[in-house]
C-alpha cells in the first residue's frame, strides 16, 4: 500500500482543526452531514431540530470555514 501524501494528512488535519473551531452547533452539523454524510433531513432528526435550522446551520459553517481561509473546505 502506498503512504498517505503528507500533504494530503496536513490538510485532512487543518481541516479538522477548524472544524474543531468552529461554534458547537455548527461543528455538530458538519460533523453529520459532511464526515458522517447524512443528509440534512437527518441531521434534522438526529438533532431534534427543524430543517431549516440545519440548512442555515450548514450555510453559517461553510461561511465560517471558508472565512477562516480553509481552501478545500466544502
Known amino acids: ?5 503528507p500533504a494530503l494528512l496536513a490538510e485532512q488535519a487543518e481541516f479538522r482543526e477548524r472544524v474543531g473551531a468552529l461554534p458547537a452547533d455548527m461543528r455538530q452539523v458538519v460533523e453529520l452531514h459532511l464526515l458522517q454524510g447524512l443528509s440534512q433531513s437527518k441531521v434534522a432528526a438526529v438533532l431534534g431540530w427543524p430543517a431549516k435550522q440545519v440548512s442555515r446551520t450548514w450555510l453559517a459553517a461553510v ?4 472565512e477562516s481561509g480553509c481552501e478545500r473546505c466544502p
Open 1 to 5: 500500500a502506498d503512504d498517505p501524501d
Open 63 to 66: 461561511a465560517r470555514l471558508a
